[in-house]
């Protein structure tokens, strides 16, 4: 370090292209230096005002850095932007994340990772000239940045499948991608609070400006908070800046969701609504009772759905007339193309929250043994032995689920239950076959077990529908408790022994 600087006159530079302009040198040398420093700016006002800088730095006794020449106010401010700018962005590290996570994840979960990752980029993008339209860049992120399957052979990861190949962009979406590039935030910055805040807010939007529901918002949020322990864990970050953020944030509700009595129907409304399939559809395409089969099973079976899209003939027993069994194996979730391996609609997974190779056999009663065995002798299975399937031998779409259940409801249904929450959604189905095991005082464990859920969360769930079976259970504990008094006629408890 050296205090003593000379400094020289700003001089002209002609240029050596054809055509080009001159520059300014400024050179100014240390003591103990054998030559001076130097730096060229393309206007002499920029010469002069470095030299500025350098001459206010000597006159307040700053030490100058004898390699570089600068004072070490300077030299500090030089380094951090050299750091700055060797930092990867949080674009290119939640690309790099996306792709980590990509092979692991089942279909909706890759949906639900590109989906967060995209609204929390567009929020850390700094005010760069020139942004893309909003939809450019959801676009661009959403159905390309995000979804390492689509990318180019030379940058997709080994384990990423690529069904459909790499994903064309147009121009714009070229344009909106090299934006986006330069534009995103350092990632270091998300360890400010006010930074983790923005990544945060963005998660409570949906993509049409709506407000998210709680249970979507959670999902998202899982997201960012296990990204964020994928930047500690790679040590692009030091702290989780989340837990900054606790003490302000609104306390997430649970995920598990208690079902309202009210959607959930008796097993004569099942029948009813069954029957009222049969009418929806041509009697030539039988729309409505190739799908019979599959409402019966999650309505009398308490499958969900992605299990009985996935059922076999050889997992079921079916002794006719009497109670038989099926083996939830395997399931055939709605994920969408862009998001399976095989670049069909619909995911292949093993059991909700079990391993893969994990079977759980489910009793059924002699009406959906029934059920199936007329399903099976109109319309026979498919060539992997798939029970339900459409016309076309395919998974029916959850759209066409849907769509079968909104036609079927005003057949089965009062105009009043129509209007209601009553059997509105598939998935009510469930609701009823478990609620009503429930209500009928099965035992919770064993509904649990048949259900493929554990009893704390079966529970939290049909919370509503175990109340008000105090005199049932009274009549349980009497047997349990009859023959025994405490008193005088009749007492089993011995007199006292006279004194």
Not at 52 to 58: G, H, K, P, Q, Y
Not at 296 to 315: H, I, N, Q, T, Y
Request: proline share 7%; with cysteine.
């Amino acid at each position: 370090m050296v205090y003593s600087v000379r400094f020289f006159a700003i001089s002209r530079v002609p240029s050596t292209k054809k055509g080009g302009g001159d520059s300014f040198r400024f050179r100014w040398m240390p003591k103990g230096r054998k030559r001076p420093c130097s730096r060229n700016f393309p206007e002499e006002s920029g010469a002069e005002s470095f030299r500025a800088e350098l001459l206010t730095a000597r006159n307040a006794g700053e030490p100058f850095d004898l390699d570089t020449g600068l004072p070490m106010s300077m030299l500090r401010q030089e380094q951090e932007a050299e750091t700055r700018q060797a930092t990867k962005s949080h674009f290119e590290l939640a690309r790099e994340y996306a792709a980590m996570k990509w092979p692991d994840l089942s279909g909706k979960s890759r949906e639900t990772t590109a989906n967060a990752l995209t609204a929390i980029t567009m929020a850390l993008v700094t005010d760069r000239p020139r942004r893309p339209d909003d939809d450019e860049l959801w676009s661009v992120l959403y159905t390309y940045a995000f979804v390492p399957a689509a990318w180019p052979d030379e940058a997709r990861p080994k384990r990423v499948l690529a069904p459909a190949g790499p994903l064309k962009l147009t121009g714009a979406e070229r344009v909106a991608l090299g934006w986006l590039s330069k534009a995103s935030i350092p990632v270091d910055e998300l360890a400010k609070a006010k930074v983790a805040r923005q990544a945060v807010d963005a998660l409570k939007v949906t993509r049409d400006g709506g407000s998210a529901s709680d249970v979507y918002f959670r999902r998202r949020r899982g997201v960012l908070s296990n990204y964020i322990s994928y930047l500690i864990e790679n040590d692009a970050l030091d702290a989780n800046p989340l837990d900054k953020l606790k003490k302000t944030e609104k306390k997430i509700p649970k995920a598990i969701v208690p079902v309202e009595p009210e959607v959930a129907f008796s097993p004569a409304q099942g029948v009813e609504l069954l029957i009222a399939l049969t009418y929806v559809g041509s009697y030539k395409r039988a729309r409505g009772r190739r799908l019979v089969v599959f409402f019966a099973l999650v309505m009398f079976g308490g499958l969900r759905p992605e299990e009985a899209l996935g059922l076999v003939r050889r997992d079921c027993t079916l002794p006719r007339g009497k109670w038989g069994s099926v083996k939830a194996r395997r399931t055939r979730p709605t994920a969408g193309k862009r998001w399976t391996d095989t670049g069909e609609i619909h995911d292949e997974r093993g059991l909700k929250g079990r391993d893969d190779s994990e079977v759980r056999t489910v009793p059924i009663p002699p009406i959906l043994v029934d059920i199936i065995l007329a399903h099976i002798e109109e319309f026979g299975v498919t060539a992997d032995g798939r029970i339900v399937c459409n016309e076309r031998g395919g998974l029916p779409v959850a759209s066409t689920l849907s769509r079968a259940w909104k036609e079927a409801r005003p057949y089965a249904l009062t105009p009043e239950q129509v209007s209601s929450p009553l059997a509105d959604t598939p998935y009510t189905g469930r609701h009823a076959a478990l609620s009503s095991q429930l209500s009928a005082g099965v035992d919770p464990a064993d509904v649990a077990r048949r259900a493929g859920n554990s009893i704390e969360v079966l529970l939290r769930i049909y919370a509503k529908f175990i109340t008000g079976r105090d005199e049932i259970n009274n009549r349980k504990i009497d047997q349990i408790l009859s023959g025994v008094s405490y008193g005088k006629a009749g007492s089993s408890v011995a007199e006292p022994a006279p004194e």
